[in-house]
């Protein structure tokens, strides 16, 4: 889902040079920040906080593990890992965007959980932390927002220790076509007007339902894991593949 050109990338469905996108994703977060948690619930009916769980289970977290929460944005998926690794582990909630990271911190501290999670400003492409530190990665909804979504692969497999576990949960493509019609009603048709009413912000969500559109499919994610490094990649559906969460281990 790259461009022939390498000077460019999508930003949903328009053609923007590289170098232009994280300034454009990150305008697109700042606006949605204060928001994100009602339009998450309202976009998915709850369900994503069912999507977040599976992925916590599906992470063999322990207690006294060192977790980097990435893309972390408001917390939700800090919080549980938080809880899971207990006062001898330690989370870090990375997110590239300053807004999001504000809320996130703001929110968790509301909910008393401060000792055992950090906070870094971060771009996935690039994270700045030293080979091989954590046993567990996870990025929530965020990797199809990386405008370079193989050097991203490649920096986490760097900071992951060898037996670490990468989890990748990320919309995907419905494996029925009625469904895919039906979300493609609603992403494009209801979304942005949700956005619009409850964020007074249509382009944004508009840009969000065509980066799911943009993001690469389950079986392309899979191999661009494997070629990042990982071994014994899989995937699991959620919701009938509009959400898939992916799995890979560095050894």
């Known amino acids: 889902m790259t461009d022939q050109n390498p000077n460019t990338t999508h930003f949903g469905y328009k053609t923007v040079a590289a170098e232009q996108k994280v300034s454009m994703v990150a305008n697109v977060f700042h606006s949605v920040a204060a928001k994100y948690d009602v339009m998450n619930d309202l976009m998915s009916l709850g369900i994503h906080r069912l999507w977040k769980r599976f992925t916590i289970d599906c992470s063999g977290v322990r207690p006294g593990q060192q977790v980097l929460d990435l893309a972390g944005g408001t917390g939700d998926i800090t919080a549980l890992f938080s809880k899971r690794v207990g006062s001898g582990g330690k989370v870090v909630l990375a997110d590239i965007n300053a807004s999001m990271l504000n809320v996130g911190r703001d929110k968790l501290r509301d909910l008393g959980l401060v000792n055992n999670i950090e906070y870094v400003q971060a771009n996935a492409e690039a994270l700045p932390f030293a080979d091989n530190s954590f046993d567990i990665i996870s990025i929530g909804f965020g990797l199809r927002n990386v405008t370079d979504k ?16 990468l989890l990748v949960l990320e919309f995907s493509k419905p494996e029925q076509q009625w469904l895919s019609k039906v979300y493609d009603l609603y992403s494009f048709k ?40 990982f071994a014994e990649v899989s995937y699991h559906n959620l919701t009938g593949g509009i959400v898939a969460l992916h799995r890979g281990y560095k050894f």
């Open 150 to 165: 193989d050097a991203a692969l490649r920096s986490m497999f760097r900071v992951l220790k060898p037996g670490g576990r």
């Open 190 to 229: 209801l979304l942005p007007t949700i956005g619009q009413l409850v964020a007074n912000d249509k382009d944004s969500y508009q840009y969000l339902a065509e980066s799911i559109r943009m993001h690469p499919d389950q079986e392309t994610l899979k191999s661009m894991m494997q070629g990042a490094g």
